[in-house]
């Protein structure tokens, strides 16, 4: 985020703490929302906050903030994952399509995690599937299904930290040895 990006971030953030007046959230807390916020672009904060100001009880968390911005940006680039009834509803699909032994034979995912989470329940178990055993098997795999994609996006908010981490570290490395240089001739 800009330094301008910033101080719009904290105005949208004022304004919109008022909607909830039973926040106890101060002007203090509002500015720990920036730097978790910071890999976002204003824009970004903006549109995530309309979204959750139309269905939020109380005033959004900023993992709240950043879900939000993760959805739409995902909605508005056609990357949404299936969720894990569609997913269910592929695998069943692919077990239909391809049998339990094609291990090779092309079958088009919508996206890797779905691929992922029919290799881990098993693809013969899949095609072997008793008609009694359905709603247990289909509640396993939405639970596997979904570990895998928060997993993922576990990773991808850990892989934005580390990235901020180490130009935190940079600086804060730069400005000791800058305070513990010999002085100069």
Known sequence: MTPEDR???IKLLSVSKAIFPESKLTSEGL??????????????VSMAMKALLRKAVFFPKPAEIINQAMKLHAQM??????????????A?????A??????NQRFNWSCP???????IFGRKALWELPSDGVNTARAQ??????SIIDGSHDRQINDTVVVQIRGGVKALIDSTAAAH?????
């Open 92 to 96: 069943v699909r692919f077990s239909r």
């Open 98 to 103: 391809v049998g339990p032994y094609c291990r």
């Open 31 to 44: 500015a720990l929302y920036i730097p978790v916020l910071d890999p976002l672009t204003y824009d970004q």
């Open 181 to 185: 240089a010999m002085p100069k001739k």
């Open 141 to 146: 795999f939405m639970k596997i299904y979904s």
């Open 113 to 119: 995690e779905v691929e992922r989470a029919v290799d």
């Open 7 to 9: 101080e719009k971030t």
């Open 77 to 90: 680039t056609h990357s949404e994952k299936p969720d894990p009834g569609e997913a269910w509803g592929e």
